[in-house]
């Protein structure tokens, strides 16, 4: 059976679990007291992955550890990894997102902040520097905080292209480049924003979450607020693939690491209702790229059920079959390690829980 590390960033602490099969074992926390809202495994040179986190001391503030050894020992730069420039009149509230670019930039790390900007590091995580293009963008001063602030939360790039660069920004939408981050064009046409006087602006959609199918990188699959959506040409276009589900708002969706087409979502009654849909733990999968989608419950709690499954707490690893995770604001965690068939809790009386993230040993 594969051996799988998978990480957990919650509201006080991060906590590294190894399973195979059913069996799993956890440590932690580390940065203990620290909320952990982004982890990124990058696999990308040799055999043993360097884990990067964002913590968030209250007391220190927000800061981006490196570990090489899986987390037994971490690496703190002496100064800040990411900080804003003292030009910007900035200063960093929190790392949402840490993305590793694809094997055509081995060495780049990308970091989306609170406030809304964008980070490229070329030395895998250890100094950033502010992609200002983006930061200075001409619609910028129109973007408008959503309920969870105002941030680059997502990061998608093309593995065949390193300098194709998509960003999701909540509460601006969709912005894409082409060369390198030097230049930036909303790409939110097809995205509807319910709560805007013009429903279909050309930025200011709240979305939640982007995942690229595994198959064909020019798919990308959106939970927005309100609303899921597939692109399949990197974004230029959105298409509603909402119908069939119990609600289509939510914050999560990730995508199958093999299987071209499928991908999964956590509904949410509703913005203003923030409980699994129907009062049901239920994953959704689509394998069609989401003309329909079923439910997966096996193994799952039955009856009534009101843990919230955040934006960056659903993923999946790279075994065949696929693991598939996902935490709650209750402190659960279940894994499946078939596709999303069947289910076991492996987890529970954890701290709120924000991110998940795994990769399949070798």
């Not at 597939?230 to 119990?246: E, H, V």
């Not at 492996?346 to 070798?362: E, N, Y």
């Amino acid at each position: 059976m594969t051996d799988v590390l998978l990480t957990v960033g919650t509201r006080k602490g991060l906590f590294i679990g190894r399973g195979s099969g059913g069996s799993w074992e956890f440590d932690g926390p580390h940065f203990n007291a620290q909320a952990v809202y982004s982890i990124a495994i990058d696999t990308r040179r040799g055999p043993v992955p360097r884990l990067l986190v964002g913590g968030d001391s209250a007391h220190w503030g927000p800061s981006v550890f490196h570990s090489d050894d899986l987390g037994r020992t971490w690496v703190e730069p002496a100064k800040p990894a990411v900080k804003f420039p003292k030009d910007t009149g900035a200063s960093l509230e929190r790392v949402w997102q840490l993305h590793p670019a694809g094997a055509a930039a081995p060495d780049v790390v990308y970091a989306g902040t609170e406030p809304a900007a964008l980070f490229r590091s070329t030395d895998r995580g250890e100094t950033f520097e502010l992609v200002r293009p983006l930061w200075e963008h001409p619609t910028r001063s129109q973007w408008v905080p959503g309920g969870g602030g105002e941030a680059v939360h997502t990061v998608v790039t093309d593995p065949r292209d390193a300098e194709a660069v998509t960003v999701a920004v909540s509460t601006a939408g969709v912005f894409r480049s082409q060369d390198g981050g030097a230049s930036w064009a909303p790409s939110n046409r097809g995205v509807s924003a319910v709560f805007l006087p013009d429903p279909n602006p050309e930025f200011g959609q709240c979305v939640h979450k982007i995942a690229q199918d595994a198959g064909d990188v020019d798919r990308l699959y959106l939970q927005n607020h309100w609303g899921v959506y597939r692109s399949d040409d990197a974004g230029a276009r959105w298409t509603d693939i909402g119908a069939g589900l119990p609600s289509d708002f939510g914050f999560a969706v990730a995508a199958h690491p093999h299987r071209s087409g499928t991908a999964y979502v956590f509904p949410i009654t509703a913005d203003a209702d923030r409980v699994p849909a129907g009062h049901r733990c239920r994953v959704y999968r689509t394998g069609d790229a989401g003309d329909t989608w079923e439910p997966l419950s096996a193994g799952l709690p039955e009856g009534d059920h009101y843990g919230t499954v955040l934006r960056d707490a659903l993923c999946t690893d790279d075994a065949d079959p696929a693991g598939v995770y996902f935490g709650n604001r209750n402190g659960e965690l279940f894994a499946s390690a078939d596709d999303g068939d069947s289910w076991r809790q492996i987890a529970s009386h954890l701290p709120d829980v924000l991110c998940v993230r795994a990769a399949a040993m070798g």
